[in-house]
């Protein structure tokens, strides 16, 4: 940022900030988006909804690379706030969907069961002993592959939000980190 004059860097980690500030706004949307697609029981409704959150996590991922670039100059800066974005909301995510599933605990059971034995019926099967396990092994798999996934997602997109960043970043900024990086024992930042 320019003030009078003179590149003044802030302190602390943009990446971490960013991260954090859309990471935040990006949990609160996932969460409005499961409430709605869990309450609203209209199955055309689903996917649509779905995409929605899908294009807001996009645009959050690559809005926190682009304004961290922008904070250093530095590419690198806004996957790293892109990976936070992503790793900040699956976790508020993550504590809100555990958190309405240990209050709904029976009525997470009786769905599941009923999934369970609809599919045993449809294969004519019986129904198995272990089925409460492994719809929990289930969805805890689905539940870490996305989670991996959307860090995976926010590095990448971050990254290209870094490229978009980095070419709006000032001339100044990009002098400052060049002087910087010859100077020798100066000190760095992300």
Known sequence: MMVEGTLVKSKGSPALGY???????QGVIQ???GLLITNLHQPALTLPLSMLGVLFAFFFY??????????????????????WTAVISALLSLIAAYSLATVNINTMRQIGRAVVEDAARR?????????DQFLLGALTISG?????????????IGALGGLIGRARTSRYSR????????????????
């Open 62 to 83: 690559f809005l926190a690379g682009v304004k961290a670039t922008q904070s250093t100059g530095r590419v690198g800066t806004g996957a790293f706030a892109g990976l």
């Open 123 to 131: 294969l004519n099967q019986p129904m198995p002993s272990t089925a």
């Open 144 to 156: 870490l592959g996305g989670f991996a996934l959307s860090m995976i997602l926010g590095l990448l």
């Open 175 to 190: 002098i400052y980190d060049t002087a910087l990086s010859v100077t020798p024992g100066a000190p760095k930042h992300s």
């Open 19 to 25: 991260g954090f500030l859309f990471g935040l706004i």
């Open 31 to 33: 969460i409005v988006v």
